[in-house]
């Protein structure tokens, strides 16, 4: 068998190179193309979720991820106007849910190294770097890609072809899918510094900040070692312009509005993007297929884009290889986009900007509401186990195991 009688995948961040693995591991032969020449050191998308930690464990990557990263169990609500902390919650509460109670915050380019390093040892499996897809074709029996280097441009046929190539997906586009949703007028910003937020302040690994004029989320990266790096994240002015938000003395003045302190803060880090809540119209064509962000993008809040995208990932993969090998039909993949269209549409989209608009609230009595929620949940070990429950993507994970076609 050869590589075109396999599948190629446009994209190689996170989650087309853990779909790539999932499917050599299957004896599939697959083919991943990525425009760029290396991986990206991307500063965002660092959380991952105990029900993708269950996946990557089933793939042999939790254990380097874990020592990659940092291990984060718990998190933390506050209101930057009062300065309480609002609510606290374990995951060691869902100890007897899963083997992983836990967070792990590992960046989202370490993730795809500890990928790629695995993917590298499968023998049915290449990795193109600077090999960019740019036209497709569908034919009745395979897809076939026309790929750009730095030589010219060549086709490469295959079985099927998946899209984990972004946000801004040719392989979407050229299968005329639409991306239905909206984009938030602000941009946000990151701003990265190693000022230790948890000695200093007493705040978790991850923790919300909530405020009527300017929310904020703060959590905790390795880095590339001892002490690690704070990333804080804000919403931003729509009508500001890139060099004001991103100047030295508006860059320290948020920081200082919401955690004060004498001198200035040593900032390594400072970045602006759009923010989208967006889910394809379908994540199957024909023999075309879309994963991860090329399916779905949605605001930061909750750790939950890419946790979603490797989950894709893998439940493709293995419907994907049985399809390949004779055991099942087309009809799986049918499935995969019930399951995974599903569960991106009723609880990553919806709780995603509810986490949003928990943090954004202006009303007082709104906020103040919000705040004793939190609070009640929180003092509850019965609500609080619902709750983390779906902030750990669990019960989403359990509603897509159970969705089967009607």
Request: glycine share 6%; aromatic share 10%.
């Given at each position: 068998m050869t590589r075109a009688d396999g599948v190629m995948i446009s994209g190689g961040g996170p989650v087309g190179l853990i779909c790539a693995l999932g499917l050599a591991r299957q004896g599939v032969p697959v083919t991943v193309f990525e425009r760029n020449e290396t991986l990206l050191d991307d500063p965002r998308a660092a959380t991952t979720h105990p029900a993708t930690l269950e996946l990557l464990d089933e793939l042999g990557l939790e254990e380097e991820m874990r020592k990659a990263g940092?291990?984060?169990?718990?998190?933390?609500?506050?209101?930057?106007?009062?300065?309480?902390?609002?609510?606290?919650?374990?995951?060691?509460?869902?100890?007897?849910?899963?083997?992983?109670?836990?967070?792990?915050?590992?960046?989202?380019?370490?993730?795809?190294?500890?990928?790629?390093?695995?993917?590298?040892?499968?023998?049915?499996?290449?990795?193109?770097?600077?090999?960019?897809?740019?036209?497709l074709s569908v034919g009745e029996d395979a897809v076939t890609v026309t790929v750009r280097n730095s030589e010219g441009t060549f086709t490469r046929s295959a079985r099927y072809l998946i899209g984990a190539d972004g946000g801004r997906s040719l392989v979407r586009k050229a299968a005329g899918i639409v991306f239905e949703g909206f984009t938030f007028p602000e941009q946000f910003m990151v701003l990265t510094t190693p000022f230790d937020f948890l000695t200093h302040r007493g705040y978790s690994y991850r923790s919300y900040f909530a405020d009527p004029h300017e929310w904020c989320n703060c959590f905790k990266v390795a880095a590339d070692g001892p002490p690690g790096l704070w990333r804080t994240v804000y919403p931003t002015n729509p009508d500001a312009t890139e060099e004001e938000l991103l100047s030295d003395e508006a860059v320290q003045a948020r920081l200082q509005k919401f955690f004060p302190r004498d001198g200035d803060y040593e900032v390594v880090h400072r970045n602006l993007y759009r923010v989208h809540q967006r889910v394809a119209e379908t994540f199957r064509r024909g023999r075309v297929l879309l994963a991860g962000d090329a399916a779905h993008v949605n605001n930061p809040i909750g750790g939950m884009g890419l946790n979603g995208?490797?989950?894709?990932?893998?439940?493709?993969?293995?419907?994907?290889?049985?399809?390949?090998?004779?055991?099942?039909?087309?009809?799986?993949?049918?499935?995969?986009?019930?399951?995974?269209?599903?569960?991106?549409?009723?609880?990553?989209?919806?709780q995603t900007i509810q986490n949003k608009k928990r943090l954004e609230a202006k009303d007082e009595a709104t906020r103040q509401a919000n705040f004793r929620d939190l609070r009640e949940t929180a003092a509850d070990p019965e609500r609080a186990k619902a709750f983390l429950m779906r902030s750990s993507m669990l019960d989403a994970q359990r509603r897509a195991a159970a969705l089967a076609m009607t």
């Open positions: 940092l291990v984060a169990p718990i998190f933390q609500f506050w209101d930057r106007i009062s300065g309480d902390l609002i609510a606290e919650f374990d995951h060691a509460l869902l100890a007897g849910e899963t083997r992983f109670p836990y967070v792990v915050q590992c960046e989202q380019f370490k993730t795809a190294s500890i990928a790629l390093r695995h993917l590298q040892a499968e023998p049915n499996a290449d990795v193109l770097f600077g090999h960019e897809v740019v036209d995208g490797i989950q894709d990932a893998v439940n493709l993969a293995e419907k994907l290889a049985k399809v390949w090998h004779g055991r099942g039909s087309a009809t799986l993949l049918d499935l995969y986009d019930r399951q995974r269209r599903t569960i991106t549409t009723e609880f990553v989209q919806a």
